[in-house]
């Protein structure tokens, strides 16, 4: 009891420390793109009025002022009369941008303007991505019992064969994530959007938890959305559970296909091995500060078991 | 012998399968998209026309003229004199684009512009994504041996002592994917693409090899590329090798947290179990019919080390 109230005591820690990072992260970037955004902003309200201004429209004049135009938008930065009024680069958005970087979805629909934004961006990111994997994972962890051991355990107690019981229970998992966390969320963003269809709402969220992150289809991204910041940061939230299924469908797909004797037959690492397969490269043994290389491990290359996990397939 | 020989040829066909699928993802896409595409540039461009045939320009048709002109551009579009030549759903384009989805990297430089492409998309992702991610650990499990098993084993046998020689060993590792898969390709890309800066390209490596993808940087979208086909292909290449290497690094790293008690300190699961730490929630031995939740392991939630392993951080 004491060692759980420890593991949930450092879960809530990294939660804690997960949610300081991004606002830390979301004050730098806001103090670090605001004033270049401002700026780009003003020269193209000062460019579209000297276009405005222009006595005739050549095709070169035209020319001129769209590469302007298209470079400005591809920072996010829409020379549109309806867009001027908000920023990609308010604490909510510069929060949200932060979270598409530490979980490597990435829409890029608003990216650093300068030198400076580029280089703390690949610092963020360096320490953030790797966080986030261990908070999603230290999560992950402690959703197994409940969402995994207990049902496929209540399965076969009701009398099903085991390697039923855990198909069963997969493809229940599965009804579970594609309902809650693709199909419900897609249709509130649908209502949500204006502009999106179903099959948008489906398809950003499919999009977004494989972490793909197009960018074509961004949340809270139209001007004149009501309660914004609000809506981003539940988006975020939406996003941080919603690849926490992911990879706890992914880890339970791996443990099933275990079983089923796919991962033999691919030759592939096994989720948890067995003591026959594992080979003595790890020694975990502190103690006798041994190393993973075992004389013997080392002489005897290639043996698949004994190599990476297949767990480093965790992108669903 | 004979088992090492299936690896391989195991191996040989998962690439080979992989590239069947980006060329397959490929014909797809680009008979999807491309027809789509040439009537929204066709499009574009005679509303460019029109424009230009304006007596005089107010800000209300400006305004029409500009949201039409980013909602294109948004799709990989643009009304650029010099960008209608190339297509952005060529079959090197669209195989690239494939492979963006494949990887999770997503650029989102092009993104489908029909429904059917975006259905498309999500299937093709769903297939894809696993497999690319079963295909890189395939890889990375046959590089363990000559890349950290045999380096570690020699610095052991050279009288290091075990745990500082893992630690050489991941530095010196660490050492090489960052000269090898981020500084010189970004030198070599700050040569290629004009207006890249050395920054550009290392901020455009890391955000890739990260599989963020903003976007913001894509190779071989300037217009008038030389060998754009080939140079895209390459770089489909180099951000497999990357990604490859990335795995193997985190992989690396994990069995080192391990030994130096990092993953034990936090509470987290180890890269490969000791025999004392495993719960049988796994009893690989198929024969016997059993399945992960042994009731022993269902009534007792939540010991750290018998759940998700940490493997589940794969992603530099």
Redesign the interface.
């Known amino acids: 009891m004491h060692?759980?109230g420890?593991?949930w005591l450092?879960l809530t820690g990294f939660v804690l420390f997960y949610v300081i990072y991004l606002l830390f992260g979301a004050l730098v970037f806001s103090s670090i793109e605001r004033p270049v955004e401002d700026k780009l902003r003003h020269d193209m309200e000062t460019l579209?009025q000297e276009?405005?201004n222009?006595s005739c429209?050549?095709?070169a004049s035209?020319?001129r002022f769209?590469?302007q135009?298209?470079a400005a938008?591809?920072?996010g930065v829409?020379?549109?009369?309806n867009s001027t009024a908000t920023s990609n680069w308010d604490l909510a958005s510069s929060m949200f941008f932060a979270n598409?970087?530490v979980t490597?979805?990435?829409?890029?629909h608003t990216?650093p303007l300068s030198?400076t934004g580029?280089?703390f961006?690949?610092v963020y990111?360096?320490l953030g991505?790797?966080f986030t994997?261990?908070v999603?994972?230290?999560c992950?962890?402690?959703l197994?019992?409940?969402l995994?051991?207990?049902p496929?355990?209540l399965l076969?107690r009701s009398g099903m064969?085991?390697?039923s019981?855990?198909a069963v229970h997969f493809l229940l998992l599965l009804l579970l994530v594609v309902l809650c966390f693709l199909l419900a969320p897609a249709a509130i963003f649908s209502l949500l959007e204006v502009s999106w269809?179903f099959?948008?709402g489906?398809?950003f969220c499919?999009?977004s938890l494989?972490?793909?992150?197009?960018?074509?289809f961004v949340p809270g991204t139209q001007p004149g959305q009501q309660y914004r910041p609000l809506y981003q940061v539940s988006v975020m939230v939406y996003l941080f559970v919603g690849l926490m299924m992911m990879?706890?469908l992914?880890?339970t797909f791996h443990?099933m296909a275990?079983?089923h004797?796919l991962t033999t037959f691919?030759?592939?690492?096994?989720?948890?091995?067995?003591?026959e397969?594992?080979e003595p490269?790890?020694?975990?043994?502190?103690e006798e500060?041994?190393?993973?290389?075992s004389?013997k491990?080392?002489s005897k290359?290639?043996?698949?078991g004994s190599?990476?996990?297949?767990?480093?397939?965790?992108?669903?």
Not at 210 to 216: A, M, R, Y
Not at 281 to 286: A, G, M, P
Not at 289 to 293: A, D, K, L, M, T
Not at 307 to 316: A, E, F, H, M, V
Request: proline share 7%.
């Open positions: 060692s759980a420890r593991s450092l579209k276009f405005l222009l429209v050549n095709p035209l020319e769209l590469v135009v298209l938008n591809k920072y829409s020379v549109l009369r598409t970087l490597t979805v990435g829409y890029g990216t030198d580029k280089a961006s690949i990111a360096l991505v790797p994997m261990l999603l994972t230290a992950v962890q402690r197994m019992y409940p995994v051991l207990a496929v355990g076969q064969e085991p390697r019981a855990t269809s099959l948008d489906v398809y499919f999009i494989c972490t793909i992150g197009l960018g074509d990879f706890l992914l880890h443990k275990d079983l004797g691919l030759q592939l690492p096994h989720c948890e091995e067995t003591d397969d594992r490269i790890v020694d975990n043994k502190l500060e041994s190393s993973y290389p004389d491990a080392a290359p290639l043996e698949p190599q990476p996990s297949y767990n480093t397939i965790n992108k669903g």
